[in-house]
């Protein structure tokens, strides 16, 4: 029997996950330590890596593409109870994980932009772009990135769950292939054709850029005016 | 901004298995402290930063109003009492021993009790000041209102910057 390896995840989707699951906690803890400084230096990084993955979903490899993953939201439901009839052979995220991954980029995607607004001038830290808002809508959207933080707890929760679902349920390793980028099958399996690294770059230094100029206060001064 | 509204059990029960190291920082560094400080002190921090809290939702209550078209000055005059009253508790609330050496979780510099009068006439400051702005908002002046919430939040940084630990 042959054991193929076969390339599915390509390394910005890699760098992005791993990066998340490094930068969330540290948000978590130096939020609840009062490291305000790292924080939104953090912040402005998992900014960064959030639109990074937002774009390589719009330009990146097939298994990174939004277009690629994102089924009907039936075909979601369908597939959390067992009911979507997927090859075994498939690559890429199944219909659920699809919306799972949409789901933790959104709401970590709104978690750093309410945090840009955060804060009140009198009391400690405040986000780059705090002076654009009012102090009611500042203290407002300080509020929901706090309850934020415990929806995105919440998908966290379910994607480990499903995760390690598979890993002992389902005898299917997930977390392997996102370590290596690859996964082996018995069969030939057409694997993901990696991305224009080229474009990956682009992409970095976009997302990079934008957070470099909300972080310099270059975006709060440009819409001052 | 208030910094412990999240609990690390959950959080740690969600991450389990995604990040060990993370994890146990967050454990090592709240465990031994938390302890050491005497029952009362703790009490009487958590009354302190209670007292602060609502200076602050008042304040902010008070530059809501200022953002708003017209500015309902029964509202700035009720909230700068309350700050007028609060502000007259905070000397009350800081025995030796509750700041940021004791290890207890709050941001009161050793500067407080070093420089006692220094601390004194901080908050005596924001006694005045918010008095000041109390009496502005009964008349409706709103030049004199915007002047004594320029003079208030004035004494708010002062004292911040010189006794309040700032980790940015």
Same mark, same amino acid.
């Given at each position: 029997?042959?054991?193929?390896k076969?390339?599915?995840?390509?390394?910005?989707?890699?760098?992005s996950?791993?990066?998340?699951?490094?930068?969330v906690?540290?948000? +978590? +803890?130096?939020?609840?330590?009062g490291?305000?400084?790292?924080?939104?230096?953090?912040?402005?990084?998992l900014?960064?890596?959030?639109?990074?993955?937002?774009?390589? &979903?719009?330009?990146?490899?097939e298994?990174?593409?939004?277009?690629?993953?994102?089924?009907?939201p039936?075909? *979601?439901?369908?597939?959390?109870?067992?009911?979507?009839?997927?090859?075994?052979?498939?690559?890429?995220?199944?219909?659920?994980?699809?919306?799972?991954?949409?789901a933790?980029?959104?709401?970590?995607?709104?978690?750093? %932009?309410?945090?840009?607004?955060?804060?009140?001038p009198?009391?400690?830290?405040?986000?780059?772009?705090?002076?654009?808002?009012?102090?009611? $809508?500042?203290?407002?959207?300080?509020?929901?990135?706090?309850?934020?933080?415990?929806?995105l707890?919440?998908l966290?929760?379910?994607?480990?769950?499903?995760?390690?679902?598979?890993?002992?349920?389902?005898?299917?390793?997930?977390?392997?292939?996102?370590?290596?980028?690859?996964?082996?099958?018995?069969?030939?399996?057409?694997?993901?054709?990696? &991305?224009?690294?080229?474009?990956? !770059?682009?992409?970095?230094?976009?997302?990079?850029?934008?957070? $470099?100029?909300?972080?310099?206060g270059?975006? =709060?001064?440009w819409?001052?005016? | 901004m208030?910094s412990?509204?999240?609990?690390?059990?959950?959080?740690?029960?969600?991450?389990?298995?995604? !990040?060990a190291?993370?994890?146990?920082?967050?454990?090592?560094a709240?465990?031994?402290?938390?302890?050491?400080? =005497?029952?009362e002190?703790?009490?009487?921090? #958590?009354?302190r930063? *209670?007292?602060f809290?609502?200076?602050?939702d008042?304040?902010? =209550?008070?530059?809501?109003?200022? #953002?708003? /078209?017209?500015?309902?000055?029964?509202?700035?005059?009720?909230?700068?009492? $309350?700050?007028?009253?609060?502000?007259?508790?905070?000397?009350?609330?800081?025995?030796?021993?509750?700041?940021?050496?004791?290890?207890?979780?709050? #941001?009161a510099l050793? %500067?407080?009790?070093e420089?006692?009068?220094?601390?004194?006439t901080?908050?005596?400051?924001?006694?005045? $000041?918010?008095?000041?702005?109390?009496?502005?908002?009964?008349? &409706?002046?709103?030049?004199a209102?915007?002047? /004594?919430?320029?003079?208030?939040?004035? %004494?708010?940084?002062?004292?911040?910057?010189?006794?309040?630990?700032?980790?940015?």
């Open positions: 029997m042959l054991r193929q076969t390339p599915i995840w390509d390394w910005p989707v890699r760098l996950h791993w990066g998340f699951a490094l930068l906690p540290a948000m +978590w +803890w130096t939020a609840e330590n490291e305000m400084g790292w924080h939104m230096r953090l912040g402005l990084v900014l960064a890596l959030v639109l990074f993955r937002i774009l390589w &979903g719009l330009v990146g490899s298994t990174a593409r939004f277009n690629s993953f994102l089924r009907s039936w075909a *979601g439901l369908q597939d959390l109870f067992g009911r979507y009839k997927r090859s075994p052979l498939a690559i890429g995220h199944s219909p659920s994980g699809g919306w799972s991954v949409a933790l980029l959104l709401v970590m995607l709104a978690q750093a %932009s309410m945090g840009l607004f955060a804060g009140d009198y009391d400690g830290a405040t986000g780059p772009l705090n002076s654009l808002v009012g102090v009611m $809508t500042a203290d407002w959207l300080t509020d929901w990135h706090e309850t934020g933080f415990w929806v707890v919440a966290i929760a379910l994607h480990l769950l499903a995760v390690f679902g598979y890993q002992f349920l389902g005898k299917r390793n997930l977390i392997g292939p996102m370590i290596t980028g690859a996964a082996k099958f018995d069969k030939p399996v057409a694997g993901n054709a990696g &991305g224009s690294t080229f474009r990956a !770059l682009m992409c970095l230094a976009l997302a990079g850029g934008v957070a $470099t100029a909300i972080g310099t270059l975006v =709060a001064h819409l001052s005016g | 208030s412990n509204r999240l609990s690390r059990p959950v959080f740690a029960f969600a991450m389990i298995g995604a !990040l190291a993370c994890g146990e920082t967050a454990n090592d709240a465990a031994p402290e938390a302890v050491e400080i =005497a029952s002190d703790a009490s009487i921090i #958590e009354v930063q *209670g007292n809290e609502e200076i602050g008042a304040f902010k =209550a008070i530059r809501g109003q200022l #953002e708003a /078209g017209a500015p309902d000055f029964g509202v700035i005059e009720a909230s700068a009492g $309350t700050i007028n009253a609060n502000a007259q508790r905070i000397q009350d609330h800081f025995p030796e021993g509750t700041g940021v050496d004791s290890g207890a979780d709050t #941001e050793e %500067s407080i009790w420089k006692p009068e220094e601390f004194a901080a908050a005596q400051k924001l006694v005045d $000041t918010s008095a000041a702005l109390a009496a502005a908002a009964g008349t &409706g002046d709103m030049a209102v915007g002047e /004594g919430v320029k003079n208030m939040g004035g %004494s708010c940084k002062a004292c911040h910057d010189n006794f309040r630990l700032d980790k940015d």
